[in-house]
């Protein structure tokens, strides 16, 4: 497995920006899909944006050209640039790392956007 450690996360008006890191504890070269994934009070886990060890991308539909996902393999680390933030973007943030065996969660980022 691999240890994973957000952050980045905050308070933001609507309009802003953050970036969130996602550090993990071992080389993610190797592994096969790193993503993003967001947790509102009440609602279901759900998906924010992966990124494929390929290059491959794939993005909510409520995120998509707002959000953009990248991964550092010389940091072992995952960042999430996201811009023109919403009120509707507030959740926890959690980075995941799967492929093989490994299917590992971070602790989480709380985002918060005012309006």
């Known amino acids: 497995q691999v240890q994973l450690v957000e952050s980045g996360g905050g308070l933001v008006q609507t309009g802003g920006s953050l970036r969130l890191s996602c550090a993990a504890s071992?080389?993610?070269?190797?592994?096969?899909?790193m993503g993003w994934y967001r947790q509102a009070p009440g609602k279901q886990r759900e998906l924010v944006a992966t990124?494929?060890?390929?290059?491959?991308?794939t993005y909510a539909d409520s995120v998509k050209g707002r959000f953009t996902i990248s991964r550092d393999n010389a940091r072992n680390t995952v960042y999430l640039q996201m811009n023109s933030l919403k009120p509707e973007d507030t959740a926890v943030y959690y980075c995941n790392a799967f492929g093989g065996a490994i299917n590992s969660w971070g602790q989480g980022t709380q985002v918060t956007v005012s309006s």
């Open positions: 990124l494929t060890n390929g290059g491959t991308t």
């Open positions: 071992r080389s993610i070269f190797s592994i096969f899909r």
